[in-house]
Nanobody, 127 residues
Framework: VQLVESGGGTVKTGGSLRLSCAASGGTFSTYVMGWFRQAPGKEREFVAAINWRSTISYYGDSVRGRFTIDRDNAKKTVSLQTDSLEPEDTAVYYC?????????????????????WGQGTQVTVSS
């Protein structure tokens, strides 16, 4: 499956962005879809994930309550609404896909569980 992210950009503290990821190929509706991010000099960090039917969402502690993940299986897209952005949210955001319908939380947060990755979209939050 190929994943292409869009929607990144530069915003001021407190602003919002909606990131999108379009998938092609594969059986999108069966995948767990996730978002990860990586800031310069830091390790890749789990942001959010969602199971195949959108019945379970997973969030990293640093974004819970500010970010919301959703998916549209008919359109083969997954989106990440990012609100109340902070300079610490500055990073390249990656979309990822993992076969398996639904994961336990620990697995959903593990980058190694995901087989397919997009190229990333830059989010910059200025103070």
């Amino acid at each position: 499956v190929q994943l292409v992210e869009s929607g990144g950009g530069t915003v001021k503290t407190g602003g919002s962005l909606r990131l999108s990821c379009a998938a092609s190929g594969g059986t999108f509706s069966t995948y767990v879809m996730g978002w990860f991010r990586q800031a310069p000099g830091k390790e890749r960090e789990f942001v959010a994930a969602i199971n195949w039917r959108s019945t379970i969402s997973y969030y990293g502690d640093s974004v819970r309550g500010r970010f919301t993940i959703d998916r549209d299986n008919a359109k083969k897209t997954v989106s990440l609404q990012t609100d109340s952005l902070e300079p610490e949210d500055t990073a390249v955001y990656y979309c990822a896909a993992a076969g398996g319908y639904t994961f336990p939380t620990a697995r959903a947060m593990d980058a190694g569980a995901y087989e397919h990755w997009g190229q990333g979209t830059q989010v910059t939050v200025s103070s």
